[in-house]
């Protein structure tokens, strides 16, 4: 019922910044009623938790991202925002957009980042 297009990765220099963008649609989807994440997997690393913004508009951010992150959430474009701050090469993986909105839950098919030294 979901579709989501995640955008915005490319290389960037160690300390620069990126935004990435995951555009979700559906006939029946409704950005305010879903809860979003973004995910990382790095090579030979398990997928993990990068921030999450709730319906309500909470947000958790993993430990890692020490107050360089922000996630935001435009519901009336059904667009999620990672704004990604003072990046360091440790970042450099494949960002996944996932969406939780019961009963389904749907992951976008990512967009590389990469941070160089």
């Given at each position: 019922?979901?579709?989501?297009?995640?955008?915005?990765?490319?290389?960037?220099?160690?300390?620069?910044?990126?935004?990435?963008?995951?555009?979700?649609?559906?006939?029946?989807?409704?950005?305010?009623?879903?809860?979003?994440?973004?995910?990382?997997?790095?090579?030979?690393?398990?997928?993990?938790?990068?921030?999450?913004?709730?319906?309500?508009?909470?947000?958790?951010?993993?430990?890692?991202?020490?107050?360089?992150?922000?996630?935001?959430?435009?519901?009336a474009q059904n667009?999620?925002?990672?704004?990604?701050?003072?990046?360091?090469?440790?970042?450099?993986?494949?960002?996944?957009?996932?969406?939780?909105?019961?009963?389904?839950?749907?992951?976008?098919?990512?967009?590389?980042?990469?941070?160089?030294?």
């Amino acid at each position: 019922q979901v579709h989501l297009v995640e955008s915005g990765g490319g290389m960037v220099q160690a300390g620069g910044s990126l935004r990435l963008s995951c555009a979700a649609s559906g006939r029946t989807f409704s950005l305010s009623r879903s809860a979003i994440g973004w995910y990382r997997q790095a090579p030979g690393k398990q997928r993990e938790l990068v921030a999450r913004i709730t319906t309500a508009g909470s947000t958790n951010y993993a430990d890692f991202v020490n107050g360089r992150f922000t996630i935001s959430r435009d519901n009336a474009q059904n667009t999620v925002y990672l704004q990604m701050n003072s990046l360091n090469p440790e970042d450099t993986a494949v960002y996944y957009c996932k969406s939780d909105s019961f009963p389904f839950t749907t992951w976008g098919q990512g967009t590389q980042v990469t941070v160089s030294s």
